[in-house]
Each structure stands twice: as C-alpha cells, then as structure tokens.
C-alpha cells in the first residue's frame, strides 16, 4: 500500500469517525458540571453512534501505525493534519451545516500553505 495512500485513507477515517462522534453527541445532553459526568458517561455508553467512532478510530490507529513506520512523525503528522483540517471543516459544513467565518478559513488555508512547506520539504532534504 503506498504511502499517499495511506494518507488519504488515514484523513478520511478520522474525518469520519468525528462526524460519527458528532451525531452521537447531537442526541446527547452534554454535562453541565463534572457531578453530570457519570450520566453523561453512562449515556454515551449506550449510543452505537460511539461504538461506531471508536471502531474507525482502533482502525485509524492501526493504519497510523503503518504511516508511522514509514515516515517521519513530524510530517506525516503534518501532512494529515493539512487534508484533515480541510476535509473536517466540509465535511461538517455538509453534514451539518456548521459555519466558518473568513477569518477561520484563511487560517485553515494558511495552515494547509504551512504544511506543504513542510512536505515539499521533506522530499528535498
């Protein structure tokens, strides 16, 4: 499996696991002090909208281990976080109509602009 490859599917999991995270805790009433933390817990444990996320992250963790024992951390840390941040910040607009504002946008671009340095870099050094 390529590295590139890996990339995306890496950045697609997490993305997807989070937009799973974040239906399951629409439907929960999230604790207003730590005393409703132990109901909030109990909540979530019932939800499959949890289980599913966790089990994209176990299989985003395992993926990572690959890219990890490929790259430097440093930019394949990077290079996901660009892809993720972009696609997190779609996706949520998508899935549920979550905004940006312009000034958040330039600084995901400006982020993304960072880490390509990093990777453009990283192929020259």
């Known amino acids: 499996m390529s590295l590139r490859f890996l ?3 890496v ?4 993305v997807a696991s989070q937009l799973l995270l974040r239906k399951a805790l629409y439907n929960l009433e999230g604790p207003a002090g730590l005393s409703e933390l132990p109901r909030f817990i109990g909540n979530a444990a019932l939800s499959p909208w949890i289980y599913a996320s966790v089990a994209l992250q176990i299989v985003g963790y395992v993926l990572w281990m690959l890219v990890v024992s490929r790259e430097k951390l440093g930019v394949a840390t990077a ?10 910040a779609l996706s949520a607009w998508l899935v549920y109509g979550e ?3 312009l000034l958040q946008w330039i600084g995901i671009f400006a982020v993304t602009i960072g880490v390509i340095f990093i990777r453009l870099g990283a192929v020259t050094a």
């Open 7 to 9: 990339f995306v599917i």
């Open 11 to 14: 950045t697609v999991n997490s």
């Open 79 to 88: 290079s996901i976080g660009a892809g993720f941040y972009i696609l997190m």
């Open 99 to 101: 905004e940006l504002s």
